[in-house]
């Protein structure tokens, strides 16, 4: 995942070459001084007019001693705003011939905490730098892991009107850094939202930095949430199956289902082409096999075969696929359980016949049988309500799907929301 580096805040701070805050010049003589500007005490106009010229020569050696002198004589607020002017751009300079000597080693921002806050404090510093020494100041904070710091100048930075591509992004980190998930979310679903409005997307970084944060602060809602709108803006094959897995197939999911729940996300994986190997189709298989779907577990296998993903020579496959064969024999003739069903009295044969259809991927037949079970009553609606949408999101109705998802609820509402992500947002390659 792409990260936003202590060596990029450093380079960031130091500049290319020049000052941050362009110097104010001094004035040569009383003819100069009576102008609008800077009005600094009389001893210390000759070491600031010497400091300078050295610091616009980036001669550090003479500038040294020279601006240390003017911060010494500093009495009045133009005096200390100039020191400071000086005082920074000299230990930027400094930052950039350490970097230059050696790139790699970690730099001490420090000395620039000093100068930035007077400057900052200063009714002397242009308006149109102002947001950039706010910025600079947030990013020393952060490298120091001082967030609640960070978040605060970075945000001022923005007011300001400060102009940088990843500042809205860094303004999350310093909160969710710092611990406050749910305030660094809420930041980031405005950077999404924004990036929406104006038909671009935010990078797919983004997504993932803030879902680690909210897993790892067991929000399972806001990890939810944020899962849904990262699959609608990056729907490839390997973002659904990680989803999928963290919503509900791994140890600590964000929920507890149960085993038929789980083949409802199998089936989403299939369906999402996001099957990665031989234990996602072997578990697919196992449990289609455990609820009696004897078609679709060789569907599976078979499937998983074609694409290499699952050796012919496995030998819990061949198991697996001989006992299915042979369930398959015994199983009958869907027809007449489906005429059975619709003599029954109530839903409960309906939806079972239903399901066996969905197994075999005759998804029309599976969907007329869902909407008998569900007019007969007597079945658990939500889980007919889920399957009947599986069955037409598959043929390819995406306006019934999406209605008869909507109308899940209880646990099975996750599943089904995660269903209509895949009707908005088809995976893509």
């Known amino acids: 995942?792409?990260?936003?580096?202590?060596?990029?805040?450093?380079?960031?701070?130091?500049?290319?070459?020049?000052?941050?805050?362009?110097?104010?010049?001094?004035?040569?003589?009383?003819?100069?001084?009576?102008?609008?500007?800077?009005?600094?005490?009389?001893?210390?106009?000759?070491?600031?007019?010497?400091?300078?010229?050295?610091?616009?020569?980036?001669?550090?050696?003479?500038?040294?001693?020279?601006?240390?002198?003017?911060?010494?004589?500093?009495?009045?607020?133009?005096?200390?705003?100039?020191?400071?002017?000086?005082?920074?751009?000299?230990?930027?300079?400094?930052?950039?011939?350490?970097?230059?000597?050696?790139?790699?080693?970690?730099?001490?921002?420090?000395?620039?905490?000093?100068?930035?806050?007077?400057?900052?404090?200063?009714?002397?510093?242009?308006?149109?730098?102002?947001?950039?020494?706010?910025?600079?100041?947030?990013?020393?904070?952060?490298?120091?892991?001082?967030?609640?710091?960070?978040?605060?100048?970075?945000?001022?930075?923005?007011?300001?009107?400060?102009?940088?591509?990843?500042?809205?992004?860094?303004?999350?980190?310093?909160?969710?850094?710092?611990?406050?998930?749910?305030?660094?979310?809420?930041?980031?679903?405005?950077?999404?939202?924004?990036?929406?409005?104006?038909?671009?997307?935010?990078?797919?970084?983004?997504?993932?930095?803030?879902?680690?944060?909210?897993?790892?602060?067991?929000?399972?809602?806001?990890?939810?949430?944020?899962?849904?709108?990262?699959?609608?803006?990056?729907?490839?094959?390997?973002?659904?199956?990680?989803?999928?897995?963290?919503?509900?197939l791994q140890n600590g999911s964000i929920a507890t289902l149960d085993n038929g729940q789980k083949l409802d996300l199998f089936r989403l994986m299939r369906s999402t082409k996001s099957l990665a190997d031989q234990v996602d189709y072997g578990d697919y298989a196992q449990k289609a096999y455990d609820r009696g779907l004897p078609a679709e577990t060789l569907t599976v296998l078979s499937e998983g075969a074609a694409t290499g993903k699952m050796p012919a020579t496995n030998s819990a496959s061949k198991l697996l696929r001989s006992t299915a064969t042979e369930a398959l024999k015994n199983q009958g003739s869907l027809a007449g359980l489906a005429a059975k069903a619709q003599a029954s009295p109530n839903g409960k044969l309906a939806q079972q016949t239903a399901d066996a259809y969905l197994g075999a991927d005759d998804n029309a037949k599976a969907a007329d049988l869902y909407r008998a079970a569900l007019q007969k009553g007597g079945v658990d609606a939500d889980v007919v309500n889920l399957r009947l949408g599986i069955a037409l999101a598959r043929s390819g109705d995406k306006a019934g799907a999406k209605t008869a998802f909507a109308s899940v609820n209880g646990a099975e509402m996750g599943v089904a929301q995660l269903w209509t992500v895949y009707v908005d947002a088809p995976p893509t390659a």
Request: aromatic share 8%.
């Open 1 to 248: 995942m792409k990260t936003f580096s202590k060596l990029a805040f450093a380079f960031a701070l130091t500049g290319s070459a020049g000052a941050l805050v362009a110097m104010p010049a001094v004035a040569k003589d009383k003819k100069e001084e009576a102008k609008p500007g800077l009005k600094l005490s009389p001893d210390i106009i000759k070491a600031a007019q010497a400091a300078q010229t050295a610091l616009a020569a980036k001669d550090v050696a003479t500038a040294t001693p020279l601006v240390a002198q003017v911060e010494a004589g500093a009495k009045t607020p133009d005096d200390k705003y100039l020191a400071a002017n000086f005082r920074l751009n000299l230990e930027q300079l400094k930052l950039q011939a350490a970097s230059a000597a050696n790139p790699n080693a970690p730099q001490d921002n420090t000395p620039l905490i000093a100068p930035l806050d007077t400057l900052i404090a200063s009714p002397n510093v242009p308006p149109e730098a102002r947001g950039q020494l706010l910025y600079q100041r947030g990013a020393i904070a952060y490298n120091a892991r001082q967030f609640a710091q960070a978040s605060q100048f970075f945000a001022q930075a923005k007011a300001a009107g400060y102009a940088n591509e990843n500042l809205d992004m860094l303004i999350v980190k310093a909160k969710m850094d710092g611990g406050d998930t749910t305030g660094g979310v809420a930041d980031l679903n405005g950077v999404i939202d924004k990036a929406t409005a104006a038909g671009q997307k935010a990078p797919e970084e983004y997504y993932r930095y803030a879902l680690s944060k909210e897993l790892a602060a067991k929000d399972n809602a806001g990890s939810f949430g944020l899962m849904r709108k990262y699959l609608t803006a990056y729907p490839t094959a390997k973002n659904w199956r990680d989803m999928i897995v963290i919503y509900g």
